[in-house]
């Protein structure tokens, strides 16, 4: 093959987001720290879906139209540092590609290369043994082998492929924290992905989404997913114990789930032991009952009818559409406010604290789901404001709040990303606010707020490892300190006031608390008397986050 047209990258794009898509569990699991938000895979999962969504009803036959439509998809559904990388290593793709009909090898090797460029130019401080070195080494390797051999597009593919296999490879002995853990990059392992499910399709193989994936744990069962066209009907859950054999059919499992299979989609078919568990979408639940029944006795049963749920989300969504249209025509018939302010974050108690403080607009997300490039400039735009700050509030959503007010350069507004990496940063940076000063003394008050605060959490490890020279415990409570891992217990209060420890000292003026979803009320007395008791020059504010994974939010000024 010589060259690849529209059409052919249309299906190169699919099978690449497919591709990924059917491997992202495995590249969340490459988190290098051992908390419960590894979330590259989900992330680059995401935007690639969001590009290929672009695309995939498109019919272009020419080859920057349909590069030039991922690359906008892929942009307004960038999550996450890994998939704003993503994003922007496709659009240098796309730009290299402009006033071109066809994809020829020399153009390949190009289109990578300002792909590299591009991704390096969007990151302020670029880190290697990244994905971006891993797209920097495997371009280069291929401008470099074009210049003295003849290749066909898919030894091309294939050589970039290969170099990036080896990059990736190399990644641990780039950032030693790789090397520590014992992993190479997730991000760079994502775009590997992308890149075999592009290289398949090149081939005439477009990789399609798995219907049957296969997990196996030792000690677990085994469980089967099917996704297949949404139908509405009846959600049927059930819990059944097989036998006994003397009045029951043999169980095979592989027979079993290939008539459920037959019968709806949605399926998931637990089996551990003599209890097997499931989960279907169908139209008919009364003959999946009645078959299941051949093989066991129901220990518990729920179905649900979702036609009718459907008919009143409909309902609700249109209310809700037309309540917002009200709302926006009310606001676009005001004039600008001078300021506004908008805060991601995740948690009731969370949002309120941050509304308290005069930030108008929230927009759901954080460490186990970014919000998109697109989520965070559609609440910069409803902020109906001149001058409007952003607070990321996470380090892995800085890029995308980066990337949106790039978008809305256009809008004459002006956007100010405070770069708050943690809550208590954002909390801090946004409570200096000033509607008095204005936007850029404003802006330099707030940075200079955020970076004396102290951050700390407190989550569970979902595995073993040694890491910042501590031991971790699989289940057990990790202190993270400033993004670093200091201390890890079995019991999350020892943690915690271990971590306090760590945290508070006799310059420490206020200490704010912000308790997960997890800790109850009732021990709220208890934490404020032990830590004014122990830290009587400081002064100690708890409030309820009710955020989801971090059992403790602390922020010490």
Known sequence: MRNIDGQLLKQMIISGANNLYNSYPEIDALNVFPVPDGDTGMNMNLTMSSGAKEVQNR????????????SKGLLMGARGNSGVITSQIFRGFAQSLEGKNIIKTKDLAEAFSNGTKVAYKAVMRPVEGTILTVIRESSTALTEKIKTTDLSIEKAFDYLLKEARASLKRTPELLPVLKEVGVVDSGGAGLIKILEGMYS???GDVVEKSTATSVEEKGGPATLNVEGEEEYGYCTEFI???????????????????????HGNSLVVACIDDIVKVHIHTLNPGGILQYAQNFGEFVTLKIENMTEQHTHILEEKKNKDKEKEEEENRKNSLPL????????????GIDETFKELGVSNIVKGGQ???????????????SHAKNVFVFPNNANIIMAASQAADLLSDENINVYVVPTKTIPEGVVAASVFNPDADAEENFTEMKNAFNSVKSGSITYAIKDTDIDGVHVTKNHFMGILNKHIVV?????????????????????IVVTIFLGEDIDEKYVDEINEKLSSQYPDAEFEIRHGNQPVYSFLIGVE
């Open 59 to 70: 019919n272009d036959e020419n080859v920057y139209d349909i590069a030039f439509a991922f």
């Open 201 to 203: 399709a090149i081939l």
């Open 240 to 262: 059944m114990r097989l036998g006994p054999d003397s009045v029951k059919k043999p169980f095979v499992e592989k027979r079993f789930v290939s008539v459920l299979e037959s």
């Open 337 to 348: 406010k001078d300021f506004a302010m908008v805060a991601i974050s995740a948690g009731e």
């Open 368 to 382: 186990t789901m970014n919000p998109s490039i697109e989520d965070i400039a559609e609440a910069i735009k409803d």
């Open 488 to 508: 890890c217990k079995e019991d999350k209060f020892d943690c915690f006031y271990e971590l306090i420890g760590r945290m508070v000292d006799e310059e420490s």
